[in-house]
T-cell receptor, first 111, second 112 residues
Framework: RKEVEQDPGPFNVPEGATVAFNCTYS??????FFWYRQDCRKEPKLLMS???SGNEDGRFTAQLNRASQYISLLIRDSKLSDSATYLC????????????FGQGTTLQVKP | DADVTQTPRNRITKTGKRIMLECSQT?????MYWYRQDPGLGLQLIYY???????NKGEISDGYSVSRQAQAKFSLSLESAIPNQTALYFC???????????FGQGTRLTVV
Protein backbone atom coordinates (compact mmCIF):
# COMPACT_ATOMS: atom_id res chain seq x y z
CA ARG A 1 0.00 0.00 0.00
CA LYS A 2 1.30 3.43 -0.91
CA GLU A 3 1.97 5.77 1.99
CA VAL A 4 -0.11 8.50 0.36
CA GLU A 5 -2.78 7.58 -2.16
CA GLN A 6 -4.70 9.77 -4.53
CA ASP A 7 -7.03 9.14 -7.43
CA PRO A 8 -4.95 10.30 -10.40
CA GLY A 9 -8.04 11.40 -12.35
CA PRO A 10 -8.25 13.28 -14.60
CA PHE A 11 -11.20 15.18 -13.27
CA ASN A 12 -12.83 17.11 -16.11
CA VAL A 13 -15.24 19.78 -14.91
CA PRO A 14 -16.92 22.85 -16.41
CA GLU A 15 -16.07 26.35 -15.25
CA GLY A 16 -17.98 27.26 -12.15
CA ALA A 17 -18.27 23.70 -10.90
CA THR A 18 -17.37 22.52 -7.42
CA VAL A 19 -14.89 19.66 -7.33
CA ALA A 20 -13.44 17.66 -4.45
CA PHE A 21 -10.33 15.53 -4.20
CA ASN A 22 -9.55 13.02 -1.50
CA CYS A 23 -6.30 11.56 -0.32
CA THR A 24 -5.56 8.79 2.18
CA TYR A 25 -2.38 8.29 4.19
CA SER A 26 -1.10 5.19 5.95
CA UNK A 27 0.91 6.51 8.91
CA UNK A 28 -1.42 7.47 11.73
CA UNK A 29 1.41 9.34 13.47
CA UNK A 30 1.73 11.90 10.68
CA UNK A 31 1.34 15.43 11.96
CA UNK A 32 1.68 17.80 9.00
CA PHE A 33 -0.44 17.84 5.89
CA PHE A 34 -0.37 19.98 2.78
CA TRP A 35 -1.85 20.42 -0.65
CA TYR A 36 0.57 21.45 -3.39
CA ARG A 37 -0.29 22.51 -6.91
CA GLN A 38 1.86 21.52 -9.86
CA ASP A 39 1.44 22.91 -13.35
CA CYS A 40 2.66 20.87 -16.28
CA ARG A 41 6.46 20.61 -16.29
CA LYS A 42 6.75 23.12 -13.45
CA GLU A 43 7.75 22.85 -9.82
CA PRO A 44 5.20 22.05 -7.10
CA LYS A 45 4.00 25.09 -5.18
CA LEU A 46 2.33 25.12 -1.81
CA LEU A 47 -1.40 25.67 -2.13
CA MET A 48 -2.33 25.36 1.51
CA SER A 49 -1.54 23.61 4.74
CA UNK A 50 -4.26 21.40 6.22
CA UNK A 51 -5.27 21.81 9.83
CA UNK A 52 -7.30 19.51 12.06
CA SER A 53 -10.13 22.00 12.33
CA GLY A 54 -10.29 22.47 8.57
CA ASN A 55 -9.26 25.65 6.84
CA GLU A 56 -10.33 27.80 3.96
CA ASP A 57 -8.48 30.06 1.59
CA GLY A 58 -10.80 31.83 -0.80
CA ARG A 59 -12.39 29.21 -3.05
CA PHE A 60 -10.31 26.41 -1.54
CA THR A 61 -11.24 24.41 1.55
CA ALA A 62 -9.10 21.69 3.09
CA GLN A 63 -10.29 19.13 5.61
CA LEU A 64 -8.47 16.53 7.69
CA ASN A 65 -10.06 13.41 9.14
CA ARG A 66 -7.50 11.82 11.45
CA ALA A 67 -9.73 8.91 12.45
CA SER A 68 -10.12 7.81 8.84
CA GLN A 69 -6.70 9.10 7.78
CA TYR A 70 -7.87 11.11 4.85
CA ILE A 71 -7.48 14.63 3.62
CA SER A 72 -9.73 16.48 1.23
CA LEU A 73 -9.53 19.55 -0.96
CA LEU A 74 -12.66 21.30 -2.18
CA ILE A 75 -12.52 23.85 -4.97
CA ARG A 76 -15.59 26.01 -5.47
CA ASP A 77 -16.44 28.03 -8.57
CA SER A 78 -13.69 26.41 -10.64
CA LYS A 79 -11.67 28.63 -12.96
CA LEU A 80 -9.81 27.67 -16.10
CA SER A 81 -6.63 28.64 -14.25
CA ASP A 82 -7.30 25.95 -11.64
CA SER A 83 -6.33 23.31 -14.21
CA ALA A 84 -3.28 21.59 -12.74
CA THR A 85 -2.19 18.55 -10.77
CA TYR A 86 -2.88 18.68 -7.04
CA LEU A 87 -0.44 16.84 -4.80
CA CYS A 88 -1.39 15.56 -1.37
CA UNK A 89 1.63 15.72 0.95
CA UNK A 90 2.10 14.21 4.40
CA UNK A 91 5.08 14.31 6.71
CA UNK A 92 6.85 11.10 7.73
CA UNK A 93 7.11 11.40 11.51
CA UNK A 94 9.42 8.41 11.86
CA UNK A 95 12.09 10.08 9.77
CA UNK A 96 12.54 13.56 11.16
CA UNK A 97 9.80 15.09 9.15
CA UNK A 98 10.48 14.13 5.57
CA UNK A 99 7.56 14.70 3.27
CA UNK A 100 5.75 11.93 1.41
CA PHE A 101 4.04 12.94 -1.82
CA GLY A 102 1.00 11.40 -3.43
CA GLN A 103 1.14 10.90 -7.18
CA GLY A 104 -1.26 13.78 -7.71
CA THR A 105 -4.78 14.31 -9.00
CA THR A 106 -5.14 16.04 -12.34
CA LEU A 107 -7.89 18.63 -12.76
CA GLN A 108 -8.95 19.98 -16.13
CA VAL A 109 -11.45 22.84 -16.05
CA LYS A 110 -13.27 23.31 -19.36
CA PRO A 111 -14.93 26.48 -20.64
CA ASP B 1 14.92 35.95 -8.93
CA ALA B 2 13.90 32.51 -7.71
CA ASP B 3 14.62 31.64 -4.08
CA VAL B 4 15.72 28.14 -5.09
CA THR B 5 17.73 27.99 -8.31
CA GLN B 6 18.67 24.87 -10.22
CA THR B 7 21.19 24.55 -13.03
CA PRO B 8 21.04 23.36 -15.68
CA ARG B 9 17.33 23.52 -16.49
CA ASN B 10 17.59 20.95 -19.26
CA ARG B 11 20.31 18.48 -20.06
CA ILE B 12 20.77 15.62 -22.47
CA THR B 13 23.66 13.31 -21.69
CA LYS B 14 24.96 9.96 -22.85
CA THR B 15 24.92 6.70 -20.95
CA GLY B 16 27.99 6.35 -18.77
CA LYS B 17 28.71 10.06 -18.46
CA ARG B 18 29.08 11.83 -15.14
CA ILE B 19 26.74 14.72 -14.62
CA MET B 20 26.20 17.19 -11.80
CA LEU B 21 23.00 19.09 -11.06
CA GLU B 22 23.42 22.17 -8.93
CA CYS B 23 21.09 23.87 -6.52
CA SER B 24 21.43 27.10 -4.60
CA GLN B 25 18.99 28.85 -2.28
CA THR B 26 18.62 32.30 -0.81
CA UNK B 27 15.99 31.41 1.78
CA UNK B 28 18.50 30.71 4.53
CA UNK B 29 17.06 27.26 5.21
CA UNK B 30 19.18 24.52 6.72
CA UNK B 31 17.26 21.66 5.13
CA MET B 32 17.74 20.81 1.49
CA TYR B 33 16.43 17.94 -0.60
CA TRP B 34 16.75 16.33 -3.99
CA TYR B 35 13.67 14.69 -5.49
CA ARG B 36 13.01 12.86 -8.69
CA GLN B 37 9.69 12.85 -10.52
CA ASP B 38 8.64 10.33 -13.15
CA PRO B 39 5.36 10.47 -15.10
CA GLY B 40 2.47 9.04 -13.08
CA LEU B 41 4.54 8.78 -9.91
CA GLY B 42 4.83 11.00 -6.87
CA LEU B 43 8.05 12.77 -6.07
CA GLN B 44 10.63 10.36 -4.73
CA LEU B 45 13.32 11.49 -2.32
CA ILE B 46 16.88 10.84 -3.45
CA TYR B 47 18.96 12.52 -0.74
CA TYR B 48 18.43 15.09 1.96
CA UNK B 49 20.60 17.24 4.17
CA UNK B 50 19.61 18.92 7.42
CA UNK B 51 22.80 20.94 7.66
CA UNK B 52 26.21 21.16 6.04
CA UNK B 53 27.58 18.17 7.94
CA UNK B 54 24.47 16.04 7.69
CA UNK B 55 23.74 13.99 4.55
CA ASN B 56 21.13 11.24 4.41
CA LYS B 57 19.95 8.76 1.81
CA GLY B 58 16.38 8.91 0.67
CA GLU B 59 14.22 6.23 -0.91
CA ILE B 60 16.10 5.95 -4.20
CA SER B 61 19.72 6.94 -3.59
CA ASP B 62 21.38 4.15 -5.63
CA GLY B 63 23.30 5.60 -8.56
CA TYR B 64 23.36 9.10 -7.06
CA SER B 65 25.63 11.06 -4.75
CA VAL B 66 25.39 14.52 -3.23
CA SER B 67 27.56 17.27 -1.84
CA ARG B 68 26.52 20.03 0.54
CA GLN B 69 29.14 22.64 -0.19
CA ALA B 70 27.58 25.33 1.97
CA GLN B 71 24.28 26.05 3.68
CA ALA B 72 23.05 27.52 0.43
CA LYS B 73 24.37 24.91 -2.00
CA PHE B 74 23.46 21.27 -2.51
CA SER B 75 24.53 19.41 -5.64
CA LEU B 76 23.43 16.05 -7.01
CA SER B 77 25.73 13.85 -9.09
CA LEU B 78 25.09 10.90 -11.34
CA GLU B 79 28.45 9.15 -11.48
CA SER B 80 27.59 7.04 -14.50
CA ALA B 81 24.26 8.02 -16.00
CA ILE B 82 21.87 5.36 -17.26
CA PRO B 83 18.69 5.77 -19.34
CA ASN B 84 16.31 4.96 -16.46
CA GLN B 85 17.62 8.05 -14.69
CA THR B 86 15.81 10.12 -17.30
CA ALA B 87 13.42 12.19 -15.19
CA LEU B 88 12.55 15.61 -13.83
CA TYR B 89 14.72 16.48 -10.83
CA PHE B 90 13.75 19.00 -8.17
CA CYS B 91 15.79 20.58 -5.43
CA UNK B 92 13.86 21.83 -2.41
CA UNK B 93 14.39 23.57 0.91
CA UNK B 94 12.48 23.84 4.16
CA UNK B 95 12.83 25.48 7.54
CA UNK B 96 12.25 22.42 9.67
CA UNK B 97 10.00 19.54 10.65
CA UNK B 98 6.53 19.98 9.23
CA UNK B 99 7.47 23.28 7.63
CA UNK B 100 6.60 24.44 4.16
CA UNK B 101 8.83 23.17 1.39
CA UNK B 102 9.97 25.37 -1.48
CA PHE B 103 11.05 23.90 -4.80
CA GLY B 104 13.43 24.92 -7.51
CA GLN B 105 12.17 25.11 -11.09
CA GLY B 106 13.43 21.64 -11.91
CA THR B 107 16.03 20.06 -14.17
CA ARG B 108 14.81 17.93 -17.03
CA LEU B 109 17.47 15.26 -17.56
CA THR B 110 17.51 12.89 -20.50
CA VAL B 111 20.02 10.06 -20.65
CA VAL B 112 20.42 8.55 -24.11
Amino acid sequence: RKEVEQDPGPFNVPEGATVAFNCTYSNSASQSFFWYRQDCRKEPKLLMSVYSSGNEDGRFTAQLNRASQYISLLIRDSKLSDSATYLCVVNNPSNTGKLIFGQGTTLQVKP
Amino acid sequence: DADVTQTPRNRITKTGKRIMLECSQTKGHDRMYWYRQDPGLGLQLIYYSFDVKDINKGEISDGYSVSRQAQAKFSLSLESAIPNQTALYFCATSEGVGAKTFFGQGTRLTVV
